[in-house]
């Protein structure tokens, strides 16, 4: 991926540092995972989903980069348009193999809350700061469920939490191919679809915990 980028776009030391680190610490957590799992390999949904880990490696060289216009711009914007595309392809391969998993479910929620915050400090870079607070949120979420129990209870399946979750790349990519006042008018529209799925999930927990 990185030689491709290259070879399309140059990429600076810092975007190859960054686009190697990435592949280290995909490769630990992912063995780490697998190990726990008690996954000898990955099935075929799994494969799908390292693709898009690899496409979204791709995208942080980019960004790193910091490409404003130009081939990197446009590789930028088809490495995550592609990992984006493909999110909706490995739950499908899973469902149709019978190789649905824990394992493939979490493996494929983490690359999409990699991908959108690394999108999002893209587009912080034109936007504003303000921007990191959609990559952020679902981090900060579970790093409060380590001080507030209740956080953790399995949530119920929502199809709009699918919908807004979807959205923010999709949102995020657009954005970064505006200039800054159409970035942050798409990024605040992103913001408001997801602080409002959290704060419903958040407040459903709540909830729960309270009648438990």
């Given at each position: 991926?990185?030689?491709a ?8 030391t ?6 190697a680190l990435?592949a280290?610490?995909l ?6 995972a697998?190990r726990?799992?008690?996954r000898a390999?990955?099935g075929?949904?799994d494969?799908?989903t390292?693709?898009r ?7 942080t ?5 910091a490409p404003?216009?130009?081939p990197?711009a ?10 984006l ?15 649905v ?10 690359v ?7 999108l999002?400090?893209h587009?912080?870079?034109?936007a ?6 959609i990559?952020?949120m679902?981090?900060?979420f ?12 399995e949530?119920?399946p929502?199809?709009?939490?699918k919908?807004?979750?979807?959205l ?12 800054p006042?159409?970035?942050a008018?798409?990024?605040v529209l992103?913001?408001t679809?997801?602080?409002w799925?959290f704060a419903r ?6 909830r ?5």
């Open positions: 991926m990185l030689g980028l290259w070879a399309g776009a140059g990429l600076g810092a975007a190859w540092a960054a686009g990435h280290l610490a490769w630990t957590i992912l063995a780490r697998a726990r799992a008690g390999a990955l075929p949904a494969r799908v390292l693709a880990a690899v496409l979204a490696g791709g995208v060289a980019l960004v790193v980069d404003a216009a130009g990197g446009a590789l930028l914007t088809a490495a995550a348009a592609a990992a595309l493909l999110d909706g392809v490995d739950g499908k391969v899973a469902r149709r193999t019978g190789t998993s824990r394992f493939g479910a979490r493996f494929d929620m983490e999409d809350a990699f991908l959108i915050l690394v999002s400090v587009v912080a870079a034109s504003g700061l303000w921007v990191l607070a990559g952020a679902r981090y900060a579970v790093a409060a469920s380590w001080g507030l129990p209740w956080l953790r209870a949530l119920p929502r199809t709009a939490r919908v807004v979750a979807a923010q790349g999709v949102l995020l990519v657009v954005a970064g191919t505006l200039p006042a159409g970035a008018l798409v990024a992103a913001l679809l997801l602080t799925s999930d958040v407040a459903w927990l709540r729960r915990a309270r009648t438990a």
